[in-house]
């Protein structure tokens, strides 16, 4: 019955609304013959920014002095590294647990995270065989520039790469991933825009095995977490690509380092739907520091495998957790 | 869109209703949690206790503390701060008519901004301009091939000639010139606010072209780091507005909420799909309200003014007035609806009680679109009589109907059932035509149509 009174609603809802609507649009109407008038903005003044300084120190400062200040400035801290409000609270209460008038808060706070974030972890691919690495993620969070710099990575470390554009959505995506390819001497498979993803992966799996790639990594277009269908889309991806051979050896989540709170659901959507066994962590070459991650690797256990540092065809590394930390508490 | 900020703003303002007097340090723990919710949804730090400390002077003062319900006083005070937070009042996105116009994208990489632009033009040539697209990003692979693309698909000229962005800038002003193009809107490199460098070229590129608007694209996920851009792009381009992208994720939005309330620069639009007419105007007062459960029955308006047809809307909601409609009705409804949007979603726009959440909210949880499916299919599947008079449908009829819809006669049984329950679930809401009281009533304020 809920669907019937759903409908009902709206339509009734909408209904009303057009009736009382003529008098609106008139007024609407009348407003958009008048001549334009030029904009302005509400100010609302932004308050002066904050002395950048060590976090050793200042808290060190708070902490002599002793009190419940030291820890909320510790969890502000964590806070605009976008460690998000709970895992912030849990990894205070965890230094907190630890400290003492001789401890070092910045090591303990150090230690804790690198603990959390886990042992640094490496791609894994077969020694024989070819791998095949699934890089998923929403718009924009730099899929294609990863790809692109990973293949080179492992062209360098004298692997065959192949390429797979399965982004058959964007405009012009198997363009830009064309020209990562050649500039890391990646062989690319692609189709023209609007084509079957799943059939670019199979095919692609074909050619990589006939070549004798070691390793295939497919480009997925950039989806939403939220949209059903897309993500299910990606599940078809990894079918397909055992039905013609291979198996998906590594499912990468490029996870942009400017995301906030949000970056959790993501992870847990994506997870859900290919089970992402790493994370990629892109544009850290910025002022963000993608603290979510803690967040992640605490609810859902994913690691970070890599780091994005840069469009630069080298600016690609393996995570390194007290590095990752160290960024963190240099704010 | 904003549903877990909403669901804990909820949270926090139940606790408050249900008491009948308050005591300040009530209010302190309200705004606790609060600021929690706040961080949650990605608010800047800075921003949500700037945000929490107006609320407090103004929930602890004298008028709210002794008035006769504080709770729902305070809860005012948060919505009035909320839509001030947001930039207060709709500011309109106007480019100058009477000459040729410019308006400069800029942001950092993977924003949107490309996609924007897209959706701008789009947007200018259906309100009768003649825009022109610039490709100036030469930084990213296959950028101006991207937008070359897009402008085809909506029908918008596209130029990038030469290899130095603020070039092709200067190239692209004097062709809009030469062939009459009124809007010229240029789409530049992404680039991260602290490349001095690439900022030093956005900041040449704007000095060449002059804009009347430097729109900064702000992905609506982004966290703490939204401020530290906006301000940055604001003092190297001189931003006049953002465009919010990526809205339609499940993006809490605070840096909607941030990037205004620290540039004192309004959010013009939101882009909300990968269509090109997936670009909203942004109203702050409907996004307040929209964060705190209130519904958001004027986006609701908008949709619907754009794609029906009114006096058809208008008899069909007459007829449900009296509860006069039938299953033929309700599929004609049901199509409608459907070029708006996912019921769900509209759903989730009507309004609820004030601070409290949609009335509606529990009601599209269990909308089912699997069944929605199934309940069209077996409409379709009846004749035009047996819509318009469901007591002729006899048992070989309902076996006829089940099977020309893939399904049992157990389902045509449910959904007659279903459907004459909420007719005379509906007759008596109405009290036979005299509509809810309240219900749809609209803001005055917003009864006066766009603001500027």
Not at chain 1, 70 to 84: F, I, S, Y
Not at chain 2, 100 to 115: E, I
């Amino acid at each position: 019955m809920e669907i019937f009174v759903a409908i009902l609603f709206v339509c009734l809802a909408v209904g009303i609304v057009f009736v009382r609507l003529s008098s609106v649009r008139k007024e609407a109407e009348r407003l958009r013959d008048e001549p334009e008038v030029e904009i302005s903005a509400p100010t609302i003044e932004a308050p002066a920014p904050e002395p950048r300084e060590r976090l050793g120190t200042r808290v060190r400062t708070l902490l002599s002095r002793g009190g419940t200040e030291a820890w909320e400035a510790l969890h502000d801290l964590l806070l605009k590294a976008d460690v998000g409000p709970s895992a912030a609270a849990r990894l205070v209460e965890r230094v907190r647990a630890r400290w003492s008038r001789e401890a070092d808060a910045e090591s303990l706070l150090r230690e804790e995270m690198v603990e959390i974030l886990g042992p640094d972890s490496r791609l894994s691919l077969p020694d024989e065989g070819l791998g095949v690495i699934l890089v998923v993620g929403v718009n924009g969070s730099g899929k294609t520039t990863t790809i692109g710099k990973l293949a080179r990575r492992l062209a360098g470390e004298g692997r065959t790469v192949s390429i797979a554009g399965a982004d058959t959505f964007r405009a012009a995506a198997g363009e830009q991933l064309e020209v990562w390819a050649v500039r890391a001497g990646a062989h690319i498979v692609s189709q023209e825009r609007g084509a079957d993803p799943g059939s670019v992966v199979f095919d692609a799996v074909k050619s990589a095995v006939a070549r004798g790639s070691d390793v295939l990594i497919v480009d997925t277009a950039g989806r939403l977490h939220t949209k059903t269908p897309l993500m299910d889309e990606l599940q078809k991806i990894g079918r397909v690509a055992r039905k013609a051979g291979a198996s998906v050896t590594e499912t990468l989540l490029v996870l942009d380092a400017t995301t906030g709170q949000n970056g959790i659901a993501q992870a847990k959507a994506f997870t859900e739907a290919v089970n992402v066994s790493g994370i990629v962590l892109t544009k850290l070459d910025g002022t963000a520091k993608g603290g979510v991650v803690l967040a992640v690797r605490e609810e859902l256990g994913v690691p970070v495998r890599l780091v994005g540092t840069g469009e630069g065809p080298d600016d690609i590394q393996p995570f390194r957790a007290e590095i990752f930390a160290n960024r963190i508490l240099a704010s | 869109m904003f549903d877990t900020l909403t669901a804990k703003l909820d949270g926090t303002f139940k606790k408050l209703r249900s008491r009948g007097k308050l005591h300040p340090k009530q209010v302190d723990n309200a705004l606790d949690d609060m600021r929690t919710a706040l961080l949650e949804a990605d608010v800047a730090l800075e921003v949500a206790d700037a945000f929490l400390g107006r609320v407090r002077t103004r929930a602890l003062s004298e008028e709210v503390m002794k008035s006769l319900t504080p709770a729902q006083q305070v809860i005012k005070v948060v919505r009035d701060e909320l839509q001030a937070t947001l930039g207060g009042e709709h500011v309109r996105f106007v480019v100058p008519s009477a000459r040729r116009a410019v308006v400069m994208m800029a942001g950092v990489q993977g924003s949107g901004k490309t996609t924007a632009c897209a959706k701008l033009a789009f947007r200018l040539k259906k309100d009768g301009r003649r825009p022109v697209l610039v490709a100036a990003d030469l930084e990213r692979p296959a950028a101006v091939e991207q937008l070359f693309t897009l402008g085809r698909e909506i029908g918008v000229p596209v130029v990038s000639e030469g290899r130095d962005p603020v070039k092709v800038a200067k190239a692209a002003l004097k062709e809009a010139d030469r062939k009459g193009y009124d809007v010229v809107i240029v789409d530049t490199a992404g680039r991260l606010h602290v490349d001095e460098e690439m900022m030093r070229q956005a900041r040449r590129i704007r000095d060449v072209v002059k804009p009347d608007h430097v729109l900064m694209a702000c992905d609506a996920m982004t966290g703490q780091d939204a401020v530290i851009q906006a301000r940055a792009f604001l003092a190297e381009v001189e931003t006049t507005g953002f465009i919010l992208t990526k809205l339609d994720g499940d993006a809490r939005g605070g840096a909607a909420l941030s990037i205004t309330a620290v540039t004192g620069k309004p959010v013009f639009f939101a882009g909300v799909g990968e269509k090109p007419a997936d670009l909203e105007e942004f109203h702050p007062d409907r996004m307040a309200g929209r964060i705190l459960g209130m519904g958001d029955v004027l986006s609701l308006i908008d949709k619907a003014t754009d794609t029906l047809d009114a006096d058809e809307a208008k008899a069909s909601a007459e007829k449900m007035l009296q509860g006069a409609f039938t299953l033929e009705d309700f599929l004609g409804q049901l199509r409608q609806m459907r070029q708006l949007g996912p019921i769900q979603d509209l759903l989730k726009m009507l309004p609820g009680m004030p601070g409290g959440k949609s009335a509606f909210k529990d009601l599209a949880d269990q909308v089912d679109e699997n069944k929605l499916r199934q309940a069209e299919a077996l409409i379709l599947s009846m004749t035009p009589d047996e819509r318009r008079n469901p007591g002729i449908i006899s048992g070989s009829r309902r076996l006829r109907i089940a099977r020309g819809a893939g399904s049992t006669t157990s389902d045509v049984n449910t959904l007659l059932k279903d459907f004459e329950g909420a007719r005379k679930m509906m007759r008596t809401m109405m009290g036979g035509g005299k509509g809810f009281p309240g219900m749809f009533t609209m803001p005055p304020k917003a009864a006066r149509g766009p603001k500027r």
